[in-house]
C-alpha cells in the first residue's frame, strides 16, 4: 500500500459545530487531510497564520465577511496565495469571475442534490497535485542553486534544532575540527571558535530566512587555519532547504574566504565613506567609528552621546524649491552645527535632511543637552537664499554610552527612537532616550501592521457628529468619523491611526471606506425622510494627490444616486504645504460638481491669507484650542483672534463653524460674534449610524434642537 501524503486543509464555513458541517469527512484519493476548522475570516487568517496551510476550503458566504475579502487578506500575509476552493450556493454563482481574480483555484457551486460533494474530492485532487508539482520544481531549482553557490566553498548542513546534519572537509579546516566530529554536533558548539558575535548573529539569520525564505548573510570573520597558523578573512552565508511541500526543514551553512576581495576593498574604502554633498561621514562611516570611540570609553571609563538631528520643514523647502537650492541650504546647515561642536566631536550626514552628531567626550548628560540647544539656537536665524528667506528647527534624540547602550548600533537607533517623539510632541525640540521608547515603537510597528486588515476585518466603525445653528439650534450637518475597534488593543484614537495609515501609504484605502459608508448611510436616512442636513467628510492631501480621486469620487456617487450639494469635504491647511496648483485645481472641480468646502482646524497649520483668498472655501472651521481658550482666566487675546477669524470670514464671504464647544458660555459668546455654526459636546458626542437616526428623530419630534434644557437663540 503506497503512503498518502499528509496535508493540512482549513475549511472556513459559517457554522458552530461540525454537526452542521456540509462536510463532516473528508476522503481524497493520493492524499491523507488533516482538517482545520474556522467559522469566520478571523479565525481563518489566525490559523493560516499559525499552520502550514496547504490548501483552503472557503464557504463563499460567512459572518463577517465573504471570499474575496477573505482572498485579499490572504494576499496581503502570504508570499503565494494558499490554493483555495470556494464554495457557492447557487444564488452566489455570479460571484464565480470575482473570485476567480482575487486567486481562488476553483470555485463550486452547492447544488440541490449534492453532486459537488462529489465533485470537490477530485478538485482537491487536481489542485494540491498542481500546488505540489509547483513546489517541487521550486524546491529543486532553490536546493540546486544552494549547493552550486556553496560546493567550492566550507560547508555544514545544519537542521531546525541546530544539529549539523553533513559537512564537507573544507567546513572542518575553517573549524580546525576533525570532519567525522562534526556530524551530529550542534553548531553552538562552535560558534565561540567562529567570534563571540556568531551565535547571535547566526540566530537573527535563521529568523531572517523564516520571514524571507531568501539567503541571508550571517557576517565576515577573521578565522586562523590550524594546520598553517595562517589568518583569512570569511564570509558565512545561511541558505534554506525545504521539503517537497516547501516548508523548511534546515540551512546550508557555507564559509567562503574573501580575503583577496576584502584585501582590494580597502583601497577603495575612503570612497565609500564620505557623503558625496557634504563630505562628512556617511552612516556607515559614523558606525564604524562609533564603535572605535565606544571601546575607548570603555577602556578609559568615560562617556559618549549619540545625537540624531532632523531637519524640520525641510522637505516643504526642498519640494518647493528643487534639489539643487535645497542641497544649498543643507550645506549651510553644515556650516551653523560644526560651529557649535567641538573639532573632536564627528558630524555625520545619513539621510536627505538628516544628521548625527557624536560627542566623543560627556563628563555629564546635560552636556548633550547643551549641545542640542545650541545646535537649535544655531539654525535660528534665518537662511537666505537667492534674495529669499527660509526657515529651519532641528528635532534632535539624545543617547548615551554607556548608561543606554554598549552597542553603537542601537545608540544610533535609541537616539533615533527619541527624535521620533521629538517629531511627534511638536518638533524644534530635544529629547533623551528611554526604554520605554522600545515599548511605542512596538506598539506603533504592530499598530501598523493590524491596520492593513482592519479594513478588511471589519474593524473600522463609522461616527457621526452633529453641527448645529448658533441662532436656532437645528441640526445642519453631520461629520464623518472614523473609528478602529482593535480586537486586542480596543478603542484606537483617529490621531494614533491616521499618521500610521498617511505614512504607510493606504490612507486612501481608508478614506474611500469612509466615504462610501457616510454615501450608505445618508441614501438610508433619505429612504426614511431624513435629509435636511449635510455630511461632512475629512479629506487629507493624500488622498487629494491620487490620480484617479475624481473619478472614483463620481463612481461612487453615481452608485448610490446622491446629489453633491449634501456632502461638503473638509480639508486642513495642511495643503499649502504641498503642490497648491494641482490641490487648488482639485478643489475647484470639487467646487463646480456642487461639493461645498470646508477648512477644518483653522489657524492651527500653514495659515496664509493669500491661499485663503484664492481656495474655494465656503465654511472656516474655528479650531478646538481657540474655543476651548475662552473659559481661561486671561483670554483676551484669545477672544480677539477669535473675533478675527470670524470677521475675516465674512468679509471673504465664507460661514463659520466652532468647533470643541463644550459651555453654554462659549456657545453664547461665540453666537453673540456672529458664528453661524456649533460643534462639540455641548450638544451631542460622536454616535453610531443607529445614535445618529434616534437622535435626528428625537430633535425633530422637539421641533427644535436643545442643549442643556435651554433653547439656543
Not at 542640542?372 to 539624545?398: D, H, V, W
Not at 471673504?652 to 462639540?680: F, H, I, K
Request: glycine content about 6%; overall charge negative.
Amino acid at each position: 500500500m503506497v503512503d498518502k501524503t499528509q496535508v493540512n486543509i482549513l475549511l472556513v464555513e459559517n457554522v458552530d459545530d461540525i454537526a452542521g458541517s456540509f462536510l463532516h469527512e473528508l476522503e481524497i484519493p493520493s492524499f491523507q487531510a488533516k482538517i482545520f476548522r474556522a467559522k469566520n475570516i478571523k479565525e481563518a487568517i489566525r490559523i493560516v497564520l499559525e499552520k502550514p496551510i496547504d490548501g483552503i476550503i472557503f464557504q463563499y458566504q460567512v459572518n463577517d465577511g465573504n471570499a474575496i475579502e477573505f482572498l485579499e487578506g490572504i494576499s496581503l500575509i502570504s508570499a503565494r496565495m494558499i490554493p483555495t476552493i470556494v464554495m457557492a450556493s447557487e444564488t452566489e454563482e455570479k460571484m464565480g469571475m470575482q473570485v476567480f481574480r482575487k486567486g481562488a483555484r476553483d470555485f463550486l457551486i452547492k447544488d440541490k442534490q449534492g453532486n459537488y460533494l462529489k465533485r470537490l474530492p477530485m478538485t482537491l485532487e487536481r489542485v494540491l497535485k498542481e500546488e505540489i508539482r509547483y513546489r517541487e520544481n521550486t524546491r529543486l531549482k532553490k536546493n540546486s542553486e544552494a549547493v552550486l553557490a556553496t560546493v567550492s566553498d566550507g560547508m555544514l548542513g545544519v537542521n531546525l534544532d541546530g544539529v549539523i546534519t553533513f559537512a564537507n572537509p573544507a567546513a572542518a579546516l575553517y573549524l580546525n575540527q576533525p570532519l567525522e566530529s562534526l556530524i551530529g554536533k550542534k553548531i553552538d558548539a562552535y560558534a565561540e571558535h567562529i567570534d563571540i558575535t556568531f551565535a547571535q548573529s547566526l540566530s537573527q539569520g535563521m529568523h531572517q530566512i523564516q520571514i524571507s525564505n531568501q539567503l541571508a548573510v550571517i557576517g565576515q570573520y577573521m578565522l586562523t587555519l590550524a594546520h598553517n597558523q595562517q589568518s583569512c578573512m570569511v564570509e558565512i552565508s545561511l541558505t534554506p532547504i525545504f521539503n517537497e511541500l516547501m516548508h523548511l526543514e534546515g540551512y546550508v551553512l557555507s564559509f567562503r574566504d574573501i580575503s583577496e576581495t576584502k584585501y582590494l576593498s580597502e583601497e577603495v574604502r575612503h570612497m565609500s565613506i564620505e557623503d558625496d554633498l557634504t563630505g562628512l561621514f556617511n552612516r556607515k562611516a559614523f558606525i564604524h567609528r562609533l564603535e572605535h570611540v565606544i571601546s575607548y570609553c570603555n577602556r578609559y571609563h568615560t562617556k559618549c552621546a549619540v545625537l540624531f538631528i532632523d531637519l524640520d520643514g525641510f522637505k516643504t523647502i526642498n519640494d518647493a524649491l528643487g534639489h539643487l537650492s535645497g542641497d544649498e541650504i543643507l550645506l549651510k546647515v553644515v556650516d551653523r552645527i560644526q560651529t557649535v561642536i567641538r573639532e573632536t566631536d564627528i558630524l555625520a550626514r545619513v539621510g536627505g535632511d538628516e544628521f548625527m552628531v557624536m560627542l566623543t567626550h560627556v563628563n555629564h548628560p546635560n552636556d548633550a543637552a547643551r549641545v542640542a540647544i545650541k545646535i537649535n539656537r544655531a539654525l535660528l536665524p534665518s537662511i537666505e537664499l537667492n534674495g529669499q528667506k527660509y526657515y529651519l528647527t532641528a528635532s534632535i534624540g539624545i543617547a548615551l554610552y554607556p548608561n543606554d547602550s554598549s552597542d553603537a548600533r542601537k545608540l544610533v537607533q535609541y537616539a533615533d527612537f527619541a527624535m521620533s517623539m521629538v517629531k511627534k510632541s511638536g518638533k524644534n525640540n530635544y529629547q533623551y532616550y528611554k526604554p520605554d521608547l522600545n515599548l511605542e515603537a512596538d506598539r506603533m510597528m504592530r499598530l501598523s501592521n493590524d491596520l492593513r486588515v482592519a479594513i478588511q476585518s471589519n474593524q473600522l466603525d463609522l461616527y457621526f457628529h452633529p453641527q448645529v445653528s448658533a441662532t436656532t439650534g437645528e441640526l445642519i450637518g453631520l461629520e464623518a468619523l472614523v473609528r478602529w475597534h482593535h480586537p486586542e488593543l480596543g478603542l484606537i484614537p483617529p490621531k494614533q491611526f491616521i499618521p500610521i495609515a498617511e505614512e504607510m501609504g493606504f490612507i486612501g484605502n481608508i478614506g474611500q471606506w469612509v466615504l462610501q459608508k457616510t454615501c450608505e448611510s445618508c441614501l438610508l436616512w433619505q429612504q426614511i425622510g431624513l435629509e435636511n442636513f449635510t455630511l461632512s467628510v475629512n479629506l487629507s492631501v493624500n488622498e487629494l494627490q491620487r490620480e484617479d480621486f475624481l473619478d472614483d469620487l463620481v463612481k461612487c456617487f453615481t452608485v448610490f444616486h446622491i446629489h453633491p450639494n449634501r456632502f461638503q469635504f473638509e480639508i486642513t491647511e495642511s495643503v499649502f504645504a504641498h503642490d497648491v496648483g494641482d490641490v487648488m485645481h482639485k478643489l475647484r472641480q470639487l467646487k463646480s460638481m456642487g461639493f461645498q468646502i470646508a477648512m477644518d482646524d483653522f489657524g492651527t497649520g500653514y495659515s496664509c491669507l493669500s491661499y485663503l483668498k484664492d481656495f474655494p472655501i465656503d465654511v472656516i472651521k474655528i479650531d478646538r484650542s481657540f474655543v476651548q481658550s475662552l473659559s481661561y482666566h486671561d483670554n483676551e487675546r484669545h477672544k480677539a483672534i477669535i473675533a478675527a477669524i470670524i470677521d475675516l470670514a465674512k468679509r471673504l464671504d465664507m460661514a463659520t463653524l466652532a468647533e470643541g464647544v463644550e459651555t453654554e458660555a462659549q456657545a453664547e459668546y461665540l453666537t453673540s460674534l456672529g458664528c453661524e455654526s456649533l460643534q462639540g459636546f455641548l450638544f451631542a458626542k460622536p454616535m453610531t449610524f443607529s445614535e445618529t437616526t434616534e437622535y435626528i428623530r428625537e430633535k425633530i419630534q422637539e421641533g427644535g434642537q436643545m442643549y442643556l434644557g435651554k433653547k439656543l437663540h
